[in-house]
């Protein structure tokens, strides 16, 4: 990626660090509130993905504090546009219900504010130990439906508890421009309210056929 490009990626994603495989834990709830933390495993930071705006994934991995009950969890998921164990299409996730996944490129739907997570393909239970649970929640992108030969921001949380059923289950299907600035972003989660790190990460989605 050229270095302006880079730079320019880096602005927008607001100065939260991105490092290869790992994205910023920085910008995090504070104390008591912080009860996840995601990680944006794939693509990695500056990666080139995919062929012709498809065929791209994204990974992500999810731990929750306090188990599964306190996540939302609702069971596994398989899901794609034949069908499946969950819900398909944009907007919160019925799998993990606290999830926001936004791409800047998003045109569709309901524009970069879209809430991506009942997208994701495959959602399990990769881990569980004294420190909580850890979900792997996967993403095969099958359609050019961000853009091609463009460079994208990911930006991922979860929403902090909203409504005080001590379940996080309050991500929206579509996150609205709070601070009036015209993007969709980190901020806008934070005004909503975290219980998690946000997560952001530039890539570049590939226009190319080989």
């Not at 009942?118 to 881990?127: P, R, Y």
């Not at 991922?156 to 609205?176: H, I």
């Amino acid at each position: 990626m050229r270095r302006g490009v880079w730079t320019a990626a880096l602005g927008a994603a607001l100065s939260v660090t991105a490092v290869s495989a790992v994205p910023a834990l920085a910008d995090t709830a504070s104390g008591s509130e912080q009860r996840a933390q995601v990680r944006i495993q794939s693509p990695r930071a500056g990666a080139l993905t995919g062929v012709e705006g498809a065929a791209w994934t994204m990974e992500l991995s999810v731990h929750y504090r306090d188990g599964l009950k306190a996540a939302g969890w609702s069971g596994p998921q398989v899901t794609g546009p034949q069908g499946g164990t969950g819900t398909f299409g944009p907007g919160k996730d019925d799998k993990l219900p606290g999830l926001v996944v936004l791409l800047s490129t998003t045109t569709g739907f309901s524009g970069p504010g879209t809430n991506l997570a009942n997208l994701f393909n495959v959602t399990g239970v990769a881990q569980r130990d004294r420190s909580g649970i850890r979900i792997w929640d996967s993403w095969l992108v099958g359609k050019a439906l961000f853009g091609k030969d463009v460079d994208s921001v990911v930006t991922v949380a979860v929403v902090k508890d909203l409504d005080g059923n001590g379940v996080l289950d309050d991500a929206p299907d579509v996150v609205k421009d709070v601070t009036g600035d015209g993007t969709v972003d980190a901020r806008d989660l934070r005004e909503l309210g975290v219980a998690s790190n946000v997560a952001v990460l530039p890539f570049r989605i590939s226009g190319a056929a080989a």
